[in-house]
């Protein structure tokens, strides 16, 4: 099964929306997310890659040599749509068990390596069947992804991933934070759920300083799937109505628990013209798959609050996408 790819200022993405259209959020109360404490178990032969990958990274440690260093994770089982009774409110169950990093890159750096049998991880398990059933081990990412706006002076946050971040969207504009669910800080001590609005709230902690303190409006707007390399997203929108660019330029100079994830930090007026532009004027290929599709739902959420919740307002995001396709010769 193929799986239609977002499209936006004339260019077709590597990204899949699963669920959300940004008119209205997914709320907190309506995230399942279900646990299973047992280990994905790979195919003898991708088991083998798995193992070389860990002993080449044990030797460039050995070696005092840079290294991708390991640790817990999850693999997405499964993820189920449904709706509620009455109000057909979105519902979304995640179901998760134990990977870590290693079993990331297994896939991830192998999506194109042809097995004994001939196929290549991709072709079997991707293009033959549908992606978003793919197995347990093929699915050893899901990232939570949130777009930024500062309330204060009313701009977007682009940030651009450093060189020293591992995989395929090294140097590529990016969602403004984004964290990988790791077991180590989001699975509760106490046994409580997983909450994917926690790990928002820790990516833009640790990697733009925006502490607990600070006044935070956030929503789930939806879930997606990054076709290209294989790995499932959370579509958060962040709203800091306190905070400005100057002042997060001013903390990030202080330090910042994960500065060395992004380079370069762009803040656009959050307009949909501004932003839609910003998209269209840089290269294609230096975009991450799923980013494009994040703030265009951001866009059409802020749209739809600011006409008091209707929906209808979306197509104002689409106009103004028109008027940048046009000006450009798009």
């Not at 042809?114 to 196929?119: E, K, L, V």
Request: charged share 30%; glycine share 6%.
């Amino acid at each position: 099964m193929n799986r239609d790819r977002f499209t936006v200022v004339s260019r077709e993405t590597g990204c899949h929306i699963y669920e959300g259209d940004g008119t209205r959020p997914i709320l907190e109360d309506n995230i399942r997310v279900k646990y299973r404490a047992q280990r994905v178990e790979f195919p003898a032969e991708i088991g083998a890659w798995r193992h070389a990958i860990e002993a080449e990274e044990q030797r460039k440690a050995a070696r005092g040599l840079p290294h991708r260093w390991n640790n817990d994770r999850f693999a997405v089982e499964r993820v189920v749509l449904t709706r509620t009774h009455l109000d057909e409110e979105p519902v979304v169950t995640l179901a998760l068990q134990d990977a870590d990093y290693y079993d990331f890159l297994t896939t991830s750096l192998n999506l194109e390596r042809r097995q004994d049998n001939g196929q290549t991880l991709r072709e079997q398990y991707l293009e033959s069947q549908d992606p978003a059933r793919a197995p347990a081990w093929m699915n050893c990412s899901f990232g939570v992804n949130v777009a930024v706006e500062t309330g204060k002076d009313g701009k977007m946050l682009f940030s651009r991933r450093s060189s020293h971040v591992a995989g395929p969207n090294s140097r590529r504009w990016n969602s403004s934070a984004n964290e990988g669910l790791a077991r180590k800080h989001d699975l509760p001590e106490d046994h409580r759920p997983i909450s994917l609005h926690a790990v928002a709230r820790r990516a833009l902690h640790e990697e733009l300083a925006v502490h607990a303190t600070d006044a935070l409006d956030l929503e789930l707007l939806g879930f997606g799937l990054d076709l290209d390399n294989h790995q499932w997203a959370g579509f958060f929108r962040a709203v800091l109505p306190e905070l400005d660019e100057k002042t997060l330029r001013l903390r990030w100079t202080r330090g910042v628990a994960d500065k060395w994830e992004h380079d370069r930090f762009e803040f656009v007026p959050a307009d949909p013209a501004s932003v839609l532009g910003f998209i269209a004027d840089q290269p294609e290929e230096r975009w991450t798959p799923c980013a494009p599709a994040l703030f265009y739902l951001a866009l059409v959420r802020a749209a739809v609050r600011s006409a008091g919740g209707d929906p209808a307002a979306r197509f104002t995001v689409e106009r103004a996408e028109q008027e940048v396709i046009e000006t450009r010769n798009l």
